[in-house]
């Protein structure tokens, strides 16, 4: 498939304006569990990349994708910021505007390492993690209803952090009261494959 | 070009970093460069990428720069700020796993003696219970 720049500028426009209209969700999630800022940080940094959405989507997809992860780094301010800034930087390493599913699915493994690595984390932590490693798991299939798979996949993800233990990151220092919650980082993740979906299904 | 390693005091908190880097002062003196920062880049609290890398560039010196943290963000935020680096700096730049406080006089401490950046660090971690 081809991702042109109207393509781009669509793709960030609604995951952006997905994460920032879930903020108050987010923060109330981490507020459980965490310190209560993942929704205000991830606002702040997807603001910064809607504010130079034109800009970032005038480059190949590569740059553009690595443009929006530095946008994220240097924005965001929590541990979110490096952890999905290393995301997007790295699927921006090796995707060209024409790119097929495999391809996808390839960089994004490559991307999910690059975020374990990062937060020295891996699946089954109760972090982001556990919703982009199923994520990755449809990816690598074929077959119809992509887009429709991708949500199913990425909500049921979401929630099957909320039995979770976490392990690391700021819930972990709650041990097993953060049983019972679902994983701020989790859920974020959940909407932007669910934003991503949206834009696939032509519904954004 | 001070000939001792620098310290960067990374918090959450703008004061605690403030704080740290006054105690570092007042018992080390300023023989060690220092640099501090804290906040998120909304000025609420947090940790700055942007922030780290302009403490590091205050604190630089070519015997490297030992930065020390406080929680979770300020480490993952540090070890980015390090890698957006020119590559030539980044080796010469270590994250102490040590309390923030009392981490930054004891590295300070033995920067000030002249001692290789491997030395501040081990003297900060030795803080650190195992």
Not at chain 1, 47 to 55: F, I, K, P, T
Not at chain 1, 101 to 117: D, L, N, S, T
Not at chain 2, 76 to 84: D, G, L, R, V, W
Not at chain 2, 101 to 122: N, Q, Y
Request: with cysteine.
């Amino acid at each position: 498939m081809m991702i042109d720049r109207e393509a781009r500028k669509l793709l960030f426009e609604t995951v952006a304006r997905r994460v920032i209209e879930s903020a108050e969700e987010l923060t109330d999630l981490d507020r459980a569990i965490g310190d209560g800022d993942h929704g205000a940080n991830m606002r702040r940094g997807f603001e910064a990349v809607l504010a130079s959405v034109d800009e970032l989507s005038a480059k190949n997809l590569g740059e553009s994708l690595k443009g929006v992860g530095t946008t994220l780094v240097m924005k965001v301010g929590g541990a979110s910021g490096p952890l999905y800034g290393t995301l997007f930087m790295s699927l921006g390493k090796s995707l060209a505007d024409d790119v097929t599913q495999e391809q996808i699915a390839e960089a994004f493994a490559a991307a999910i390492e690059a975020v374990k690595a990062r937060g020295k984390s891996d699946v089954g932590q109760k972090t982001m993690l556990d919703v982009l490693f199923p994520v990755l798991g449809v990816l690598r299939e074929s077959g119809a209803g992509l887009p429709l798979r991708l949500k199913a996949t990425a909500r049921e993800a979401a929630e099957r952090t909320v039995p979770m233990r976490a392990i690391r990151g700021r819930a972990s220092f709650l041990g097993d009261r953060s049983i019972g919650h679902m994983d701020p980082g989790a859920r974020s993740s959940e909407l932007i494959v669910d934003a991503v979906a949206d834009v696939m299904e032509g519904f954004a | 070009m001070s000939e001792n390693v620098g310290i960067v005091i990374v918090s959450h908190s703008a004061d605690v970093a403030r704080g740290t880097a006054q105690m570092v002062e007042q018992m080390v003196g300023r023989e060690v460069p220092l640099g501090w920062c804290g906040g998120d880049p909304g000025g609420g609290l947090g940790t700055s990428v942007e922030a780290i890398m302009a403490a590091i560039e205050r604190a630089w010196s070519e015997k490297g720069v030992a930065i020390l943290v406080d929680l979770g963000g300020a480490e993952t935020n540090s070890e980015m700020a390090i890698e957006m680096l020119p590559e030539s700096r980044r080796d010469r730049i270590v994250v102490c796993n040590a309390p923030v406080v009392e981490g930054a006089v004891m590295a300070a401490t033995e920067a000030a003696s002249g001692a290789t950046l491997e030395a501040v660090r081990r003297t900060a971690e030795e803080l650190t219970p195992v």
